[in-house]
């Protein structure tokens, strides 16, 4: 029952974020914030949900990389996507999360050498409640469908940008664009 309850809990505060964001009517404090440090933050709280498991998280994240952002809203981007990561990635495996900054945007990148996704399924992992299939799934019963929706949205809600490279068996690399703040 506390499973179940802690699912659905899950699910109304994301349908909640999603409808408020369609709306314009989420609470949102722009501020100028250091991106570096916040992904540190989100790597070590990752880390250590993740304690345990046989997969290991990389670093390459320079220092000092300032946006214009909702701290909270970021944080939910990069949580979305490393624990996508872990949840699809191989016992034993790699990820890699970067960040640095070029052409005036900072560019976040999250690599795996996962299960991937199909080229037939990439153009839809951005819906909602979309989900691959059933060896994607098997083992995430948390999983609603709505992480990568959420991503895309606040990456457009930044004046960023989300991509996806990836191939079936052999991981997937999440890449996300905004613009650095000015000095």
Same mark, same amino acid.
């Given at each position: 029952?506390?499973?179940?309850?802690?699912?659905?809990?899950?699910?109304?505060?994301?349908? @909640?974020?999603?409808?408020?964001?369609?709306?314009?009517?989420?609470?949102?404090? &722009?501020?100028? %914030?250091?991106?570096?440090? @916040?992904?540190?933050?989100?790597?070590?709280?990752?880390?250590?949900?993740?304690?345990?498991?046989? %997969?290991?998280?990389? *670093?390459?994240?320079?220092?000092? %990389?300032?946006?214009?952002?909702?701290?909270?809203?970021?944080?939910?981007?990069?949580?979305?996507?490393? !624990?996508?990561?872990?949840?699809?990635?191989?016992?034993? #495996?790699?990820?890699?999360? !970067? @960040?640095?900054?070029?052409? #005036?945007?900072?560019?976040?990148?999250?690599?795996?050498?996962?299960?991937?996704?199909?080229?037939?399924?990439?153009? *839809?992992?951005?819906?909602? &409640?979309? *989900?691959?299939?059933?060896?994607?799934?098997?083992?995430?019963?948390?999983?609603? #469908?709505?992480?990568?929706?959420?991503? !895309?949205?606040?990456?457009?809600?930044?004046?960023?940008?989300?991509?996806?490279?990836?191939?079936?068996?052999?991981?997937?690399?999440?890449? &996300?664009?905004?613009? %650095?703040?000015?000095?």
């Amino acid at each position: 029952i506390k499973r179940q309850s802690d699912k659905m809990a899950k699910l109304i505060t994301e349908l @909640l974020t999603i409808s408020r964001m369609d709306r314009n009517t989420l609470k949102t404090n &722009f501020e100028k %914030i250091d991106l570096s440090e @916040l992904l540190g933050f989100v790597c070590d709280e990752q880390e250590e949900i993740n304690r345990g498991g046989s %997969i290991t998280l990389h *670093r390459n994240i320079s220092e000092g %990389i300032f946006v214009l952002a909702d701290r909270y809203m970021l944080a939910r981007l990069a949580i979305n996507l490393i !624990s996508n990561a872990y949840t699809y990635g191989r016992d034993g #495996g790699n990820i890699t999360v !970067s @960040l640095t900054v070029s052409g #005036g945007c900072a560019t976040l990148e999250v690599a795996d050498d996962g299960i991937g996704i199909s080229a037939e399924d990439i153009p *839809r992992i951005w819906e909602r &409640f979309y *989900r691959v299939d059933a060896s994607r799934t098997a083992t995430d019963k948390q999983n609603m #469908g709505l992480g990568l929706s959420i991503v !895309s949205q606040v990456a457009a809600f930044h004046g960023g940008d989300v991509q996806v490279e990836s191939e079936k068996d052999k991981g997937s690399k999440f890449t &996300f664009k905004m613009p %650095i703040a000015d000095k």
